[in-house]
């Protein structure tokens, strides 16, 4: 059973910084995509930032600058290290890849998503 835990979430205020990390674990072969998305009570889930699984990296600009997206592919880990944070950033943050897994027997793409965490940002 492939899954993907965050963990990093929690309460900071206007100007501080947290690192979110995201771990896969299972039967894994591979991870491609991996990303971090976010959803603020009342509003459409957001991408933030991107990787591939040669490190390129993409983000809004709503966070360029100011978020970094890095991923250890031996630990089949994604980080998301957010920095002079905002009231407005204030959401549960998700993480999400694709991954080649051991899915009822069979090796398969899929794409996961995290149970998410929640950043708070007190102004």
């Known amino acids: 059973q492939v899954q993907l835990v965050e963990s990093g979430g929690g309460l900071v205020q206007s100007g501080g910084s947290l690192r979110l990390s995201c771990a896969a674990s299972g039967s894994i072969f591979s991870i491609g995509r991996m990303e971090w998305h976010r959803q603020a009570p009342g509003k459409q889930r957001e991408l933030v930032a991107a990787?591939?699984?040669?490190?390129?990296?993409n983000y809004p600009d709503s966070v360029k600058g100011r978020f970094t997206i890095s991923r250890d592919n031996a630990k089949n880990t994604v980080y998301l290290q957010m920095n002079s944070l905002k009231h407005e950033d204030t959401a549960v943050y998700y993480c999400?890849?694709?991954?080649?897994?051991?899915?009822?027997?069979?090796?398969?793409?899929?794409?996961?998503w995290g149970q998410g965490t929640q950043v708070t940002v007190s102004s």
């Open positions: 999400n890849a694709d991954i080649w897994g051991v899915v009822a027997g069979n090796k398969r793409l899929m794409e996961y």
């Open positions: 990787i591939t699984s040669g490190g390129n990296t």
